[in-house]
């Protein structure tokens, strides 16, 4: 992780926001000790420096450790190309990250910034030290949210002193063993970071490497907003009841975003107080922040809404995404504060509701019972993309799921733009044995894309090659019956007792059939927006079992273990909508 991390960081230098050349940085390594590097401008030697004190933190050195890119460009250079081999042969075990992280506050406080960190083990000495919780006898049960809530507040109190001081963390968790995501994830949460978590990250396997290489080389890289600030101010008799992401609420209504991130999704609840006799409301949102080239800016944005007292009106104007997004967030905020039933339970409640009251005022049955479920037009997709929610990782019912996996899923349910969200929730499935000529072709828009498929493993045929992909990951699922020249063209590998499920580069070969694939994977790959560079995974169907489960979840119109097929769904929508009275 650390030759990746460095090699990385040195091709990207020239990338990072800073034209006006006032960009500064450190670097601090950490196992038992804090590994501090002096990087002198104009030398290419640098030296380090140890502090082994873990309780009282202090800096070696009131300069050269916190250095201007430009002016101490080839000590860095240096300091990177030379950093994996400093620690390669080290067996110290010792990871104390909370004074590093105390360590790289003092150095950025009195200007504010961004921490990176990046952690390959559980932290488990000095300040912030973690212990191994993980108990798979709770997974399943009405204590599995206790695993998901934080192991201590050191990291949230810290959090909030860097809020303070405009410092934002983001963390990079890589582990074969239990990291406990849901404590470390904290930091992100009111900094205005981000969390990334690679579980089994090996860096010797190429996949793992570049994956890790794209996402990191693309955030040191991306600009940010720095020291914001934003209140969403609206018409007399509404206010802002609720809000949802990565932030500090500073007071009633005031957010504090030490780093505003380009890929990041905001979600704000509204109550009207009084009643509202206009013929519109106004919302208008201000951010205050600071530019990563030093400027300071505000950013406002006004939207003016048409008020209506007709619930026609109300309904057909009903933004799904919208509706969706906000329900995870707040799925996700019940599952921390209560128990994962009782999210599951008020994701149902909410969509009951939605489905009831548009059945008791739109709809000739009115209160009383309806053969089938009805739904708004524009609001069709919202049970899909709730059961997709219901069955997504961060809250599916299971005895199965680790609460690393489980917490992690959780912070991207919070954080995903829209764009992200949606096939998160909804993945997407293409048919890539039988596809149009076309597909994979380049045509007016780019790369041409399959028409993809119901999420229903009826779908999948034992001749075929069918692609599952939710942003996060892609499966390239190989039918048991796959005619051996599929498998050439596409594997380079003469038959399908030949192949080799799991975690591939797919090759680039000189045929047709293979290009349009590859070319429908990059596509994939490159079509939304985010740092996010999904790994592909080969899965045949009679392969191993773990690996096609994951694969078969994906498709979340099946029945689940004992969560519902899509058709169920329905219809216990339809039977608790004709139960209740609204």
Same mark, same amino acid.
């Given at each position: ?46 030296? +380090? ?164 290489? /794209? ?24 206010? +802002? ?20 991130? +380009? ?24 951010? %205050? ?92 997709? %919202? ?37 992200? %969200?949606?096939?998160?929730? /909804? ?156």
């Amino acid at each position: 992780m650390v030759a990746t991390a460095a090699r990385t960081l040195l091709e990207s230098l020239d990338r990072l926001p800073n034209d006006d050349s006032r960009t500064k940085i450190s670097i601090i390594a950490v196992d038992s000790c804090l590994h501090f590097f002096t990087l002198t401008a104009g030398s290419t030697e640098p030296s +380090m420096l140890v502090v082994g004190d873990l309780d009282d933190v202090f800096l070696p050195k009131p300069n050269d450790i916190l250095v201007n890119l430009v002016e101490a460009k080839a000590a860095i250079e240096s300091l990177l190309t030379r950093l994996s081999d400093m620690f390669k042969d080290t067996h110290n075990v010792g990871n104390a990250l909370g004074a590093a992280l105390q360590a790289a506050f003092k150095l950025i406080s009195h200007v504010g910034g961004k921490v990176i960190t990046l952690t390959a083990s559980l932290p488990n000495m000095g300040p912030g030290a973690l212990k191994n919780r993980e108990d798979p006898k709770l997974f399943g049960t009405t204590k599995e949210s206790t695993l998901l809530q934080a192991q201590t507040g050191f990291y949230k109190s810290f959090a909030i002193e860097c809020s303070r001081s405009q410092v934002s963390v983001d963390m990079w968790l890589f582990s074969s063993a239990y990291t406990d995501v849901a404590t470390l994830s904290g930091l992100p949460r009111y900094t205005g970071g981000q969390t990334y978590f690679y579980p089994s990250f090996n860096a010797s396997r190429s996949e793992d490497a570049l994956k890790f290489a /794209h996402e990191f080389g693309t955030v040191v890289a991306d600009p940010i907003c720095l020291e914001a600030v934003m209140r969403v101010r609206a018409s007399k008799g509404i206010r +802002m009841s609720a809000f949802h992401g990565n932030f500090f609420v500073r007071s009633t209504d005031l957010l504090s975003l030490a780093a505003v991130p +380009m890929d990041q999704s905001y979600a704000i609840e509204i109550q009207i107080e009084d009643p509202i006799s206009a013929p519109f409301v106004v919302f208008q949102t201000a951010v %205050l922040h600071t530019t990563c080239y030093g400027e300071r800016r505000i950013r406002v944005i006004t939207l003016a809404l048409p008020t209506t007292s007709s619930i026609s009106d109300l309904y057909a104007n009903v933004d799904t995404v919208a509706v969706a997004t906000l329900l995870a967030n707040k799925a996700v905020e019940r599952s921390m504060q209560s128990k994962l039933e009782d999210a599951r339970d008020a994701v149902m409640n909410k969509l009951v509701d939605i489905l009831g009251t548009y059945k008791a005022t739109m709809t000739s049955a009115g209160s009383g019972a309806s053969p089938q479920l009805v739904v708004a037009e524009n609001m069709k997709y %919202l049970p899909l993309l709730m059961l997709g929610l219901l069955k997504h990782v961060g809250l599916r019912q299971s005895t199965m799921i680790p609460s690393d996996l489980r917490a992690y899923a959780q912070a991207l349910l919070t954080t995903l733009p829209s764009q992200l %969200l949606v096939p998160y929730l /909804h993945p997407v499935f293409y048919s890539l044995h039988n596809m149009p000529k076309e597909c994979g072709t380049i045509g007016d828009l780019g790369v041409v894309l399959p028409h993809p498929l119901p999420l229903s493993s009826e779908r999948l045929e034992r001749h075929g090659l069918f692609l599952i992909e939710d942003g996060q990951n892609i499966f390239l699922w190989v039918g048991r019956e796959a005619v051996p020249q599929l498998v050439v063209d596409v594997f380079d590998i003469p038959t399908y007792a030949d192949l080799r499920g799991g975690k591939q580069t797919l090759p680039q070969l000189e045929n047709a059939f293979s290009q349009r694939v590859n070319a429908i994977i990059g596509k994939v790959r490159e079509a939304r927006r985010g740092p996010y560079y999904p790994h592909l995974y080969v899965v045949k169907e009679d392969g191993e079992p773990s690996l096609r489960q994951w694969a078969l979840s994906c498709l979340i119109e099946d029945r689940m273990e004992q969560l519902p097929s899509y058709n169920q769904w329905i219809g216990q929508l339809k039977d608790k909508v004709n139960d209740k009275s609204f």
